[in-house]
């Protein structure tokens, strides 16, 4: 016999089937939007990756009788400050943005989620020491807290993963723990508690696959967010430190140079913007194919998927 994995329906008050992989798929190539930023991220994805072979030259090497020039045949975006091929450092700053982003929302979604699931499955005095400490952490402000980290840490990829770490695990506990308080009071969790199941068990074997569908949405949503506020602390000069291109590096120097070398900026800025914006169209798509009321809903467009959420946890 075919099972489905069940999720709380908050209209209803009963299980709702999840979609499968393939459901999630197709209603994802069916989303204009979404399948757009699948193909932006991985362009992105496979342009770090393939660096080496992208890139014309290499992003250190220097001429410094070619200094802050603009456009030509040899270097189609200019060189920088120092002599350097801009197309290359653009190319080679993805694998350190992306890779602070992807590392740091998994930290924060790992840590969050597991805070999360105690928080909401525990209840009472747990529960409320948890979300006092959450609350804590969310009423500071971001880039403060963050440049406060990485000051202490001193500046490196290290100090930027563990600085958003610490400010975005908090959306992913309170959205778990949100949804594991509804979950919990189904009656397959009382069989569970019932049959004997350990608290261990119910977390992890019964309500944690149960909640999983708006954790991936938020964690594809927060990564756009993560590389924004990567950016904003590279551009502070306390990111990624010369001669590691990033975007946020690049745009900080560019940025002295914008009258006469307005690529310098342009290129890394239009970048940051692309890949934020992948990463939101994605979350909004997996929003709709992971919630069953809003799958229901499209289908009856006559297969026409359509809207962008413009909310981001990570920047409210």
Same mark, same amino acid.
Not at 66 to 91: A, E
Not at 247 to 260: A, C, D, V
């Given at each position: ?53 992208? $890139? ?7 001429? !410094?009788? =070619?200094? &802050? ?5 040899? *270097?189609? @975006? %200019? ?93 992913? $506990? ?7 308080? !509804?979950? =919990?009071? &189904? ?5 569970? *508690?019932? @049959? %004997? ?120």
């Amino acid at each position: 016999m075919k099972t489905e994995n069940l999720s709380y329906n908050q209209d209803s008050g009963f299980a709702a089937p999840q979609a499968g992989s393939w459901e999630v798929f197709r209603a994802l190539t069916k989303h204009r939007v979404a399948f757009a930023g699948i193909v932006i991220i991985l362009s992105l994805a496979a342009m770090a990756i393939f660096a080496p072979f992208l $890139a014309p030259y290499d992003p250190n090497e220097q001429d !410094l009788y =070619r200094v &802050l020039q603009g456009p030509s045949y040899q *270097h189609l @975006l %200019g060189t920088d400050d120092v002599g350097r091929d801009l197309l290359s450092r653009v190319i080679y700053g993805s694998r350190a943005t992306l890779m602070m982003g992807a590392l740091s929302t998994f930290f924060s979604a790992l840590i969050g989620v597991l805070i999360g699931l105690v928080a909401g499955y525990k209840g009472g005095v747990v529960d409320m020491v948890v979300m006092r400490i959450t609350d804590t952490f969310m009423c500071m402000p971001a880039l403060v807290l963050m440049l406060v980290i990485v000051s202490a840490l001193g500046p490196g990829m290290p100090s930027v993963i563990v600085s958003i770490t610490a400010l975005a695990w908090t959306w992913f $506990a309170r959205i778990v723990r949100g949804q594991v308080m !509804l979950v =919990r009071e &189904l009656p397959y969790i009382e069989a569970a *508690h019932a @049959l %004997g199941a350990s608290g261990f068990r119910i977390m992890f074997k019964h309500l944690l696959p149960n909640v999983m569908a708006p954790v991936i949405v938020t964690a594809t949503i927060a990564l756009g967010g993560n590389i924004m506020l990567e950016s904003a602390v590279s551009f502070l000069g306390l990111g990624v430190q010369q001669p590691t291109p990033s975007w946020g590096n690049e745009l900080r120097i560019g940025y002295s140079y914008l009258e006469i070398v307005p690529l310098f900026s342009i290129a890394p800025g239009l970048m940051i913007t692309l890949a934020v914006l992948a990463f939101n169209f994605m979350g909004d798509g997996l929003r709709d194919a992971l919630d069953p009321r809003l799958r229901s809903s499209l289908r009856s467009r006559s297969g026409h998927y359509g809207g962008v959420s413009g909310n981001n946890p990570m920047m409210g």
